[in-house]
């Protein structure tokens, strides 16, 4: 069984069936079949279902963001712009997959040699369950529009949210299976990867569970994309406008109590401007209000579990018993539900915990540096290597961060985010391959070289 577990309350709301590993292999094979019929669409045709799904989501937007609160804590007014994000992502490859993916012609010996992208079949998407909606249709979207189905395995904490988006397709009108669910436990994963109908994998989770899926895929010879976690760095310098900075870094570090990947998790500051910045910081932390995330006055809901909770604060525990200062919380609630205070952290060098692991919460851990250099040193020196961003109104200061920042996107005076329009993934143990944009949508094709004379 899945068992969807309201992390405000820590009350189980709901037990699902998941397959057996027959039932497993059964559901992958109806997205096989519905593949040649999908394939055979024009790209019009395909929009046409994904602008049909888009209006779905944004119908029952508030359904979906209470399913998100009730499943896994995200704060209902974070939720409805998720799902309006995981509209655009499907209206966005709507009207571009076509222009993406059109004939590359290449000068060479024959009269006519071109590139063209085709699907390679039935794609597997292994999803975590921090934003339920939005991963989804990063998947998706680009893979869909670019003729292949999808197989749907989605994190075992968010079946609702796993029946909803395939219930979206069929409200839609979709064609029958292009998305399937999949509602297996974690073990169940590698019978998925290895059934012989599933023609490559896009996993988003842990850095750990990355490493498994590409071990998987790998052995069977499929190809897979992988984002994976971050220890995003924040270089704030000393002529940044540092209440805007602050607001963004606050805002960056606090959205879904702290739990994304690309979240601003290391803020390296200029030493002349330390003090002052972490009282900005402070004053905004300290407002931010813990509640029921059905409500639109809560800032920050619960975490998603309680045993995500145990972990940062091991992190947080252990990073402040070698020397580093807790300005603010650091304490488990005595409260119902799985919350964490917001935490500000200063005094932080990078043998700390705080520094070398992925923190997963509302923690705000800050670091000083004596100057630039010092800076992008500190930034780098991390085993992730997803988000960074940097604070400067120095216009060349800002271009040689952009290029010595070892991430797959960098930030210039402004938050780390994803956008359909834009690549987006990792490098080191952040992961590999790209999502959205016109990459995202060329990494699940057949990238087929033809030559006539």
């Known amino acids: 069984m899945l068992i969807a577990t309201n992390p405000y309350t820590g009350?189980?709301?709901?037990?699902?069936?998941?397959?057996?590993?027959?039932?497993?292999?059964?559901?992958?094979?109806?997205?096989?079949?519905?593949?040649?019929?999908?394939?055979?669409?024009?790209?019009?045709?395909?929009?046409?279902?994904?602008?049909?799904?888009?209006?779905?989501?944004?119908?029952?937007?508030?359904?979906?963001?209470?399913?998100m609160a009730d499943e896994m804590g995200k704060p209902v007014k974070e939720g409805g712009p998720e799902v309006e994000k995981a509209a655009l992502c499907a209206d966005h490859y709507a009207e571009h997959a076509a222009d993406y993916l059109a004939n590359e012609v290449l000068a060479s010996d024959a009269s006519l040699s071109y590139v063209c992208y085709q699907?390679?079949?039935?794609?597997?998407?292994?999803?975590?369950?921090?934003?339920?909606?939005?991963?989804?249709f990063r998947f998706l979207a680009p893979a869909l529009m670019a003729g292949n189905t999808c197989v749907l395995k989605h994190d075992p904490h968010v079946p609702g949210c796993a029946a909803a988006i395939v219930e979206a397709f069929a409200m839609a009108g979709a064609p029958h299976n292009i998305a399937v669910n999949l509602p297996v436990t974690t073990p169940s994963v590698a019978a998925a990867i290895r059934d012989p109908h599933i023609?490559?994998?896009?996993?988003?989770?842990?850095?750990?569970?990355?490493?498994?899926?590409?071990?998987?895929?790998?052995?069977?010879?499929?190809?897979?994309?992988?984002?994976?976690?971050?220890?995003?760095p924040c270089i704030v310098l000393a002529d940044a406008d540092l209440e805007r900075a602050a607001d963004v870094v606050t805002l960056s570090r606090i959205i879904n109590a702290g739990q994304s990947c690309i979240a601003a998790k290391r803020v390296i500051v200029e030493q002349s401007i330390h003090d002052?910045?972490?009282?900005?910081?402070?004053t905004r932390l300290e407002k931010l209000k813990l509640g029921d995330p059905r409500s639109f006055d809560s800032?920050?809901?619960?975490?998603?579990?309680?045993?995500?909770?145990?972990?940062?604060?091991?992190?947080?525990?252990?990073?402040?018993?070698?020397?580093?200062?807790?300005?603010?919380?650091?304490?488990?609630?005595a409260t119902p539900g799985f919350f964490y205070p917001a935490t500000?952290?200063?005094?932080?060098?990078?043998?700390?915990?705080?520094?070398?692991?992925?923190?997963?919460?509302?923690?705000?851990?800050?670091?000083?540096?004596?100057?630039?250099?010092?800076?992008?040193?500190?930034?780098?020196?991390?085993?992730?290597?997803?988000?960074?961003?940097?604070?400067?109104?120095?216009?060349?200061?800002?271009?040689?961060?952009?290029?010595?920042l070892n991430a797959g996107q960098v930030a210039v005076n402004g938050i780390v985010k994803t956008d359909p329009r834009l690549p987006s993934g990792g490098i080191k143990r952040s992961g590999y391959g790209r999502e959205l944009g016109p990459h995202g949508i060329k990494e699940f094709v057949n990238a087929k070289q033809v030559w006539i004379k």
């Open 199 to 232: 023609a490559a994998v896009s996993f988003t989770g842990s850095s750990a569970g990355g490493s498994k899926v590409a071990a998987l895929a790998a052995a069977e010879l499929k190809p897979s994309v992988l984002e994976l976690g971050g220890s995003d």
């Open 11 to 67: 009350e189980k709301i709901a037990e699902y069936p998941s397959l057996n590993e027959t039932q497993l292999h059964e559901r992958i094979a109806l997205a096989y079949q519905a593949f040649p019929a999908w394939r055979a669409t024009t790209y019009s045709e395909r929009a046409e279902v994904l602008r049909a799904v888009a209006t779905v989501l944004r119908e029952h937007k508030s359904r979906l963001a209470d399913l």
């Open 276 to 282: 002052d910045f972490v009282q900005l910081l402070k």
């Open 119 to 136: 699907p390679l079949g039935t794609i597997l998407g292994i999803l975590p369950w921090n934003a339920p909606l939005w991963l989804a």
């Open 299 to 333: 800032d920050i809901g619960p975490l998603a579990r309680d045993d995500l909770r145990r972990n940062l604060h091991r992190q947080v525990s252990e990073t402040i018993a070698v020397g580093a200062q807790c300005l603010l919380g650091g304490e488990i609630p």
């Open 344 to 404: 500000l952290l200063t005094g932080v060098t990078p043998e700390m915990a705080a520094f070398r692991e992925e923190t997963f919460g509302p923690v705000m851990t800050v670091i000083a540096a004596d100057d630039f250099g010092a800076a992008i040193g500190l930034a780098n020196d991390t085993d992730y290597g997803l988000g960074a961003s940097i604070w400067t109104e120095n216009d060349e200061l800002a271009q040689r961060a952009a290029k010595l």
